[in-house]
């Protein structure tokens, strides 16, 4: 059960950047942390880009350098608000990750980062139908999040983190075969790379 610091941490913007820059130290700095679901991808000015579950546009921020077409979208009008603010050479849509509003074989990418840890099991498997849905064929689903670190010295840290900041969906995911979920969605997973002492995984994966 996360505590109150969660609350505030999406309450007060400060709060939340202070919180993400410091998480990223482990993988030198909060910039390539939020680029390295990006590494190898290939995006061109025109590539559709989708940014699911953008937040306050912190790796939306990257995307809008590499394509002129970069949409992001989030359930919280709070922090569209501030993505709009922040980023405003992306367009913007209130959303629900499980249901997108968009046509059939549209991105040439969709990207999310440390998102799907929030989502309960039912939800996961959905928003991957979703994704899966709206990429078009040979396009890119690529994506960061928690995973359970393969070296011992980073399990207080992580475990601590989860218990002020998260809640059970987080460590659910620890416990959940994301390469397997995609895979049985249609996806061709590439082998996850794995950063902080495996604390944190990238995954890409074609349609």
């Given at each position: 059960m996360a505590t109150i610091l969660r609350d505030w941490s999406y309450r007060y913007q400060?709060?939340?950047?202070?919180?993400?820059?410091?998480?990223?130290?482990?993988?030198g700095g909060e910039a390539r942390f939020r680029q390295l679901a990006l590494q190898g991808l290939t995006i061109h000015s025109d590539s559709q880009v989708?940014?699911?579950?953008?937040g306050?546009?912190?790796?939306?921020?990257?995307?809008?350098?590499?394509?002129?077409?970069?949409?992001g979208l989030d359930a919280s009008p709070k922090s569209l608000q501030r993505a709009r603010e922040n980023v405003p050479q992306a367009c913007y849509l209130e959303a629900f990750a499980e249901k997108m509003p968009f046509a059939d074989n549209?991105?040439?990418?969709?990207h999310t980062s440390v998102a799907l840890h929030?989502?309960?099991?039912?939800?996961?498997?959905?928003i991957i139908?979703?994704?899966?849905?709206?990429?078009?064929?040979?396009?890119?689903?690529?994506?960061?999040?928690?995973h359970a670190p393969t070296n011992?010295?980073?399990?207080?840290?992580?475990?601590?983190f989860l218990l002020l900041f998260e809640t059970e969906t987080a460590w659910q995911?620890?416990?959940?075969?994301?390469?397997?979920?995609?895979?049985?969605?249609?996806?061709?997973?590439?082998?996850?790379?794995?950063?902080?002492?495996?604390?944190?995984?990238?995954?890409?994966?074609?349609k």
């Open positions: 400060w709060l939340y950047d202070g919180i993400s820059r410091l998480a990223a130290l482990s993988v989708l940014d699911l579950c953008c306050s546009g912190q790796t939306t921020q990257f995307l809008v350098k590499l394509s002129q077409n970069v949409t549209l991105f040439d990418v969709v929030e989502m309960q099991p039912e939800q996961l498997r959905k139908s979703e994704v899966y849905r709206v990429l078009k064929p040979g396009g890119v689903f690529t994506l960061i999040d928690f011992p010295i980073f399990w207080p840290g992580v475990s601590v995911l620890l416990k959940t075969d994301l390469p397997g979920l995609l895979t049985q969605t249609g996806f061709n997973v590439g082998e996850p790379t794995l950063y902080a002492g495996g604390s944190l995984q990238v995954i890409q994966a074609k």
